[in-house]
């Protein structure tokens, strides 16, 4: 079936080190993935995104990595902050009307 | 920054009540979609419409659920007869073309007591 799953649920950081939030993807057909930040409350506010003719992205503090080999995606954060505690999601793009497919979600804990 | 905007911000509806959730997507949009997220669960597709009609649509979305855009500005999501577990938070979401990214309003919370 289809699914996006991610590895850790809950990931504590100190301020200031590198995150990394792995994700798994089914669909070895998907061409499009995004990472998404959720804070309480608040609706999917766009990351960065990579397509699947490219293997890494890379955008203000965050990169993002595509393996298609093992089908597998993370997001890395640099010198992490506060301000990045929130809910990640990943998603897949899974079919032609650009239907998402999300994560079970990573919440990010950053300790000061 | 273009914003996808959606209203009421929470709904409270009795048992086997009628919603609708209503959405104003950017404007020059022309793909649109509706996400749930039942609380601590992941966002789930419900919908996609494109060119005044449904292009997909997942289990989930029966026939207790329907979606127009009756104005070419709001893009609506009603569901005929609520049930308790329809209570979550109903996303909207809009993009441009077909290779361009996705934008997301802030959502509805919809409780069904």
């Known amino acids: 079936g289809e699914s996006v799953g991610l590895h850790l649920p809950t990931l504590s950081v100190q301020e200031g080190d590198n995150s990394i939030i792995n994700c798994a993807y089914s669909?070895?057909?998907?061409?499009?993935f995004i990472w998404y930040k959720q804070e309480s409350g608040k609706g999917p506010q766009f990351i960065i995104d990579?397509?699947?003719?490219?293997d890494k992205r890379q955008g203000q503090r965050v990169t993002v990595l595509l393996n298609k080999t093992v089908k597998h995606l993370s997001l890395q954060i640099a010198a992490t902050q506060p301000g990045d505690s929130a809910v990640y999601f990943c998603?897949?793009?899974?079919?032609?009307?650009?239907?998402?497919?999300f994560g079970q979600g990573t919440t990010l804990q950053v300790k000061p | 920054e273009p914003e996808v905007t959606q209203t009421p911000s929470h709904q409270v509806t009795q048992m086997g009540q009628e919603v609708i959730l209503r959405c104003v997507p950017i404007?020059?949009?022309?793909?649109f979609y509706w996400y749930r997220q039942i609380l601590g669960q992941k966002v789930e597709f419900l919908v996609s419409?494109?060119?005044?009609?449904?292009?997909?649509k997942s289990e989930i979305f029966d026939d207790q659920f329907s979606v127009e855009r009756p104005d070419g500005s709001n893009f609506t999501l009603k569901i005929r007869s609520t049930k308790l577990e329809d209570s979550a938070m109903y996303f909207c979401?809009?993009?441009?073309?077909?290779?361009?990214?996705?934008?997301f309003g802030s959502g509805t919370r919809l409780t069904v007591v």
């Open positions: 990579i397509r699947s003719n490219m």
């Open positions: 669909n070895s057909a998907s061409d499009y």
């Open positions: 419409f494109y060119n005044n009609e449904i292009s997909e």
């Open positions: 998603a897949e793009k899974y079919s032609n009307t650009g239907k998402l497919i």
């Open positions: 979401a809009s993009r441009a073309r077909a290779n361009y990214g996705y934008t």
């Open positions: 404007s020059n949009h022309l793909y």
